[in-house]
């Protein structure tokens, strides 16, 4: 990343914080996730998030960094989660987890984009919501081959427009 004069809005280090925090609670998830999975496939979409949050965090970090910014203490896998834990879940929960999830972060990475002002900082989060899009596509072809996709309801199709007249 270029060097940059700018100092962070108050906007940019709340998101870049929320962002941070968030996505190392993922990988502690998704680490214990991946302890117990025993579908290939499922294993194959939890690596792809640990991944990709992986990715979220280096970014902000080097943000962080760059502008002398404290690096958040985040939950860590070693202090914060218990790996010998036994199994919670079946591997079927750990996608619908991740799509809840990964819905939850769009919804936060999108509201972040007009308020990101500095160049390097909207750059990452457009990136970050890019990769979130992507995964979302990902994990919904995994849903859907493995049968486990549910679909919205459909309805008819209107003949014509018409209003409420009461």
Known sequence: MKPTNEQLTSAEM???????????????????????????????????????????????????????????????????????????????????YLKYTAKAGLSLYSTAIPMMIRKDVRELILNIDHNTIQFLVALNETLENKGFLTKPPIIPIPKEVSFVEK
């Open 14 to 96: 709340g998101k870049l914080w929320a962002v941070y925090m968030g996505n190392s609670m993922a990988i502690c998830v998704l680490t214990y996730f991946q302890k117990h999975c025993q579908d290939p496939d499922i294993m194959e979409i939890l690596k792809k998030a640990k991944g990709l949050s992986e990715k979220i965090i280096t970014g902000i970090t080097e943000i962080f960094k760059k502008d002398n910014f404290p690096i958040p203490i985040g939950f860590d896998v070693k202090k914060d989660v218990n790996l010998e834990a036994p199994r919670l879940f079946v591997d079927e929960f750990y996608l619908h």
